[in-house]
T-cell receptor, first 115, second 115 residues
Framework: DTGVSQDPRHKITKRGQNVTFRCDPI?????LYWYRQTLGQGPEFLTY????????KSRLLSDRFSAERPKGSFSTLEIQRTEQGDSAMYLC?????????????FGPGTRLTVT | SQKIEQNSEALNIQEGKTATLTCNYT??????LQWYRQDPGRGPVFLLL?????KEKRKERLKVTFDTTLKQSLFHITASQPADSATYLC??????????????FGSGTRLQVQP
């Protein structure tokens, strides 16, 4: 396994359109996270899955954002009615099961530009 | 409110010197603290984790200290090399807006090692 992968790497869309991103975590990792990062800032948490269950969601997350992990493997993040403020790098991360492994392994990110 | 602060100004040092980066936090009682490296256009890469009952952790040329009384972690790179040039992010688990499992990141400090 070569690590966390994300697709696409870049997405340009017009304001008001819907976009969907995909994340494939490291295969034996049961925890999956989505973050958003803008220039000069650290990643900002969006949502977290353990297996297929979405256990945590940022209180700051707009209801235009939705995420799924239907079979506990890959995950998708959808943004509806995109706005220019949604332009950012969207990062996916995964971590192994167990209390002793809190470190997270990040993918390369999907850069979204909303015009 | 909970906050993680890293020096937003870039740190410029000469090759061979020790780089020291600071992470301060408020209104947290973290069980552990993590450090990540991020290169431009890429996802963060996990470097080190230090637990609340550990004062110091080392890995090759990296050293992290953790003072829960001062609410501060220091990250040292000894014998620095130009290849160490990157942004270094400090992260804590949990937060008011993230929930228990997700990471809250500082904004990062950019390190530039001059040859």
């Amino acid at each position: 396994d070569t690590g966390v992968s994300q697709d696409p790497r870049h997405k340009i869309t017009k304001r008001g359109q819907n976009v969907t991103f995909r994340c494939d975590p490291i295969s034996e990792h049961n925890r999956l996270y989505w973050y958003r990062q803008t220039l000069g800032q650290g990643p900002e948490f969006l949502t977290y899955f353990q297996n297929e269950a979405q256990l945590e969601k940022s209180r700051l997350l707009s209801d235009r954002f939705s995420a799924e992990r239907p079979k506990g493997s890959f995950s998708t993040l959808e943004i509806q009615r995109t706005e220019q403020g949604d332009s950012a790098m969207y990062l996916c991360a995964s971590s192994p099961k167990g209390q002793g492994h809190p470190e997270q392994y990040f993918g390369p990110g999907t850069r979204l530009t909303v015009t | 409110s909970q906050k993680i602060e890293q020096n937003s100004e870039a740190l410029n040092i000469q090759e061979g010197k020790t780089a020291t980066l600071t992470c301060n936090y408020t209104n947290y009682s973290p069980a552990y603290l993590q450090w990540y490296r991020q290169d431009p256009g890429r996802g963060p890469v996990f470097l080190l984790l230090i637990r609340e009952n550990e004062k110091e952790k080392r890995k090759e040329r990296l050293k992290v200290t953790f003072d829960t009384t001062l609410k501060q972690s220091l990250f040292h790179i000894t014998a620095s090399q130009p290849a160490d040039s990157a942004t270094y992010l400090c992260a804590l688990e949990g937060g008011m807006d993230t929930g228990r499992r997700a990471l809250t990141f500082g904004s990062g400090t950019r390190l530039q090692v001059q040859p």
